[in-house]
């Protein structure tokens, strides 16, 4: 019996004492040579919350404008109608007049072209015209290309009297030509012309103010 017992003692204190050594080694490595373990709790860092100043008026002028502003406030149809019924020039200048009835000029690349090519002009999501409106004049298209001046022009002096691009100027005037009826009265803002959808004409700047000599 003193022989078994002390089997058991011996391999009790020996597992105690691997215990010891295990929490030892773990301690060690944790918290290192020291009593008060704080290696295991981050060391929250904080910035210094600065002084605030005091907001008050400076006494520097804000910088001046790089230019004035001379833009136009027009109606987009009103300012195709007035393109067309100057002639419908490439490059030289057209007069219209704003909604506040003030004169102005405006060109063809500068502010007409952009109401056929852009996307989200005539209203938020739209499509430019010229997705259905271009050179591969299927029956989509209507016979009218407008991807470019030159595509307009081309399509007005064709010999088919069927096609849209015909009268697509309507010979300079302006409620004759088939920019104003689909723009007046199929509704080119509405999806797929439709007759139930009223066209959405919109104002936007454009061009510039025109100068008038003081008397």
């Known amino acids: 019996m003193t022989d078994i017992r002390k089997m058991i003692y011996g391999a009790l204190l020996g597992f105690l004492f691997v215990l010891a050594v295990w929490f030892s080694i773990v301690y060690i ?32 002028q804000p910088p001046a ?49 952009q109401l056929f090519v852009e996307n989200s002009m005539w209203y938020a999501g739209a499509i430019g015209c010229v997705s259905c409106h271009n ?21 007005a002096g ?4 069927s096609a849209k691009g015909s009268d697509i100027f309507g010979e ?3 409620n004759r030509s088939s920019l104003y009826t689909i723009l ?12 139930d959808i009223a066209p959405n004409d919109f104002t936007f700047y454009a061009g510039a103010a025109v100068e008038t000599p003081e008397p």
């Open 158 to 161: 064709r010999a088919d009297a």
């Open 29 to 60: 490595s944790a918290c290192g040579m020291t009593f008060t373990c704080h290696k295991a709790v981050p060391i929250i860092e904080r910035t210094p919350i600065p002084t605030l100043i005091p907001a008050g008026q400076s006494a520097a």
């Open 135 to 155: 050179s591969e004049l299927s029956a989509r298209s209507g016979g009218l290309d407008l991807t470019s001046y030159e595509a307009m022009h081309m399509g």
């Open 65 to 113: 404008a790089s230019g004035v502003f001379n833009k136009c406030e027009v109606s987009a149809v009103e300012l195709i109608g007035a393109w067309v019924s100057a002639g419908s020039p490439e490059t030289d200048p057209f007069p219209f007049t704003d909604a506040h009835g003030a004169p102005c000029e405006g060109t063809y690349a500068q502010d007409v072209q």
């Open 172 to 174: 300079g005037v302006w």
């Open 184 to 195: 007046t009265t199929q509704g080119m803002t509405s999806t797929g012309h439709s007759a």
